[in-house]
């Protein structure tokens, strides 16, 4: 904790081997909430920090990963929960009673990804419970502090909701996530009304923050030719206004190529999607590295990417590609590579490598493979399956054997996935 006016900072969990992440400030600045594994128990439990007398208490605890997120006057708080990788819920707490109540009640698996309070007795949601894809719910609060049933407020077939901001006079700013781009809209939560946003500076929204009176919204906004900044936007005017300058010396961001967006065919008929960059001045079947993303539940996006640009820089192409499993496309794609389908999934890699010669985009003697974490055991496992494929391969911090990585992973993240990657006790053949 650090005082604004300069000071000393004060360190207010305990270090060592303990993980603990930040969540929020509660409005009125007297509490912090965060996550952390601090009782041993293996979960990220939910605990509040006290400014005004210096204790913390636990709040919520976990088996898993969760997190909480305060109302305005910080009597309750909303409980995020991660049962497995592609299953979350979340409760409703009364912080001064201790009870909890299920807010997102659902048979088999859906997402419930944030939750914010417009008053004490009013909350909004984003969740795919009974739908596809992810959108903007109601949830109402009765006297007795149990929650009522969700009602959606606002969906698009196809479109993922990725974020949401309460703005002022019962405005919602809603960001879209369409095949990896992101679009803005308005929300009037009097009338239901939809209205399109502002045109962004860049591609992709990753945060929002509304100002206290409701009129400005701060965002991270990054793109394929244009790295990480802070952005105000007025929301009256739709004026955007730079805050930060991530420099980049030596670097004309006008000669970055941005991607376009391909879709091509699986083994079996599933229709994949990626993001070509093509090097400059360079004939199309050239050299070209083929960039599995991480998760394995992420997505590949036209964000700013140092390493894509240095590649085409030397004449190397890059495809990212976004294969089965990936978020982004529904609920049903994000969980096609569970299990045992995990082969199903490495088979997309041959695929891959399929489309971007056929179609002309790659030498088929020059192609590389490269990622990290999820997307590195995507390396190795092309490496393996299809040594006579690949001219090189870059695995970077990649998963190379589940046993090991669930007997030392942290026990949060083992816990969450045994859906995703198969049991090691259960499923150990």
Not at 148 to 153: A, R, S, T, V
Not at 234 to 262: K, N, Y
Request: one cysteine or more; aromatic letters at 10%.
């Amino acid at each position: 904790l650090i005082p604004a006016a300069g000071g000393e900072p004060e360190m207010i969990t305990n270090g060592g081997e303990i993980n603990n992440w930040l969540t929020e400030w509660s409005s009125d600045g007297r509490y912090i909430a965060y996550s952390s594994n601090a009782t041993g128990t293996g979960g990220m439990d939910c605990w509040l920090y006290d400014t005004g007398t210096g204790e913390s208490r636990l709040i919520a605890s976990n088996n898993g990963i969760g997190s909480c997120q305060l109302s305005l006057g910080a009597k309750r708080a909303v409980a995020w929960r991660m049962v497995s990788r592609g299953n979350t819920e979340m409760y409703l707490l009364d912080l001064e009673s201790g009870t909890e109540h299920l807010l997102t009640p659902h048979v088999g698996i859906a997402l419930a990804n944030q939750a914010e309070f417009v008053d004490e007795d009013t909350l909004l949601i984003s969740t795919n419970i009974d739908r596809e894809f992810v959108a903007l719910a109601r949830v109402d609060i009765d006297a007795n502090g149990v929650p009522g049933p969700i009602d959606y407020i606002a969906g698009r077939d196809g479109v993922e909701l990725a974020a949401f901001e309460i703005l002022a006079n019962g405005t919602i700013a809603l960001v879209w996530n369409a095949a990896g781009r992101s679009e803005m809209q308005y929300l009037d939560l009097t009338n239901g009304a939809v209205s399109q946003g502002p045109e962004l500076p860049a591609e992709i929204v990753f945060g929002m923050e509304a100002s206290p009176d409701g009129t400005k919204l701060a965002m991270t906004i990054s793109g394929s030719a244009a790295p990480s900044n802070v952005w105000s936007l007025d929301t009256a005017s739709g004026q955007f206004t730079r805050i930060s300058d991530s420099r980049h010396e030596g670097v004309d961001l006008a000669t970055l190529v941005r991607p376009e967006l391909r879709t091509y065919t699986a083994h079996d008929g599933l229709e994949l999607s990626g993001w070509y960059y093509q090097a400059p001045d360079v004939e199309q079947a050239g050299r070209m590295v083929l960039s599995f993303h991480g998760g394995p539940e992420g997505q590949s996006r036209p964000t700013f990417r140092s390493t894509y640009q240095a590649l085409l820089a030397n004449g190397i192409s890059v495809f990212a590609p976004n294969v089965r499993g990936s978020s982004g496309f529904g609920k049903t794609f994000v969980n096609l590579d569970n299990g045992a389908l995990r082969f199903e999934g490495v088979k997309d890699i041959e695929a891959t490598y399929n489309y971007v010669v056929k179609a002309g985009l790659a030498d088929p003697e020059r192609v590389g493979i490269a990622g990290g974490s999820y997307g590195g055991y995507m390396v190795m496992a092309g490496l393996t399956e299809y040594p006579d494929m690949f001219a090189a391969g870059a695995n970077l911090f990649g998963v190379v054997n589940f046993e090991t990585f669930f007997a030392n992973t942290e026990p949060w993240m083992a816990a969450i996935s045994t859906v995703e990657y198969g049991d090691p006790v259960k499923d150990k053949e």
